[in-house]
C-alpha cells in the first residue's frame, strides 16, 4: 500500500504561483511513476501532469503545458506540481497518483492505470 497526502491547495489571485507537494509512505515511493489529476465542479477527473519514478521522463496535458512542473524528490517521497500564472480555469480539487509501472521511465496519463490516490486539495483561482 502506498498512502498519499497532497498539501499546498488554498485560494490565489490570477498569476500568482502556486506549489502543491503529495507526501507518499508506505512501499517503496522510488518505484512508482507518480501523476497529478484534478477535477473541477460536475467534470471529470483530467490529467494534469506525470512523472517517471527516475524523474528523467515528465509530461503534461496541453491545458497547462508551458505553465507547470511536476518534479519529485525521491529522497523526501514527495512529488510536487508548481504552477506558474494559475487561470480561474485550473480551480478544482488536486488529485495526487501513484502508479506501479515496470520501468524508470514510464509515465501515466490516465487515470484508470494508477494504482493510489490522495485525498485531493481544493485550488480555488480568483481572477
Known amino acids: 500500500q502506498v498512502q498519499l497526502v497532497e498539501s499546498g491547495g488554498g485560494l490565489v489571485q490570477a498569476g500568482e504561483s502556486l506549489r502543491l507537494s503529495c507526501a507518499a509512505s508506505?512501499?517503496?515511493?522510488?518505484?512508482?511513476?507518480m501523476g497529478w489529476f484534478r477535477q473541477a465542479p460536475g467534470k471529470e477527473r483530467d490529467f494534469v501532469a506525470a512523472?517517471?519514478?527516475?524523474?528523467?521522463?515528465?509530461y503534461y496535458s496541453r491545458s497547462v503545458r508551458g505553465r507547470a512542473t511536476i518534479s519529485r524528490d525521491n529522497a523526501k517521497n514527495t512529488v510536487y506540481l508548481q504552477m506558474n500564472s494559475p487561470k480561474p480555469e485550473d480551480t478544482a480539487v488536486y488529485y495526487c497518483?501513484?502508479?506501479?509501472?515496470?520501468?524508470?521511465?514510464?509515465?501515466?496519463?490516465?487515470?484508470?492505470?494508477?494504482?493510489?490516490w490522495g485525498q485531493g486539495t481544493q485550488v480555488t483561482v480568483s481572477s
Open positions: 497518483a501513484a502508479a506501479d509501472v515496470p520501468s524508470s521511465i514510464v509515465v501515466r496519463t490516465t487515470a484508470s492505470e494508477y494504482d493510489y
Open positions: 508506505g512501499r517503496t515511493f522510488t518505484r512508482y511513476a
Open positions: 512523472i517517471s519514478w527516475s524523474g528523467g521522463t515528465t
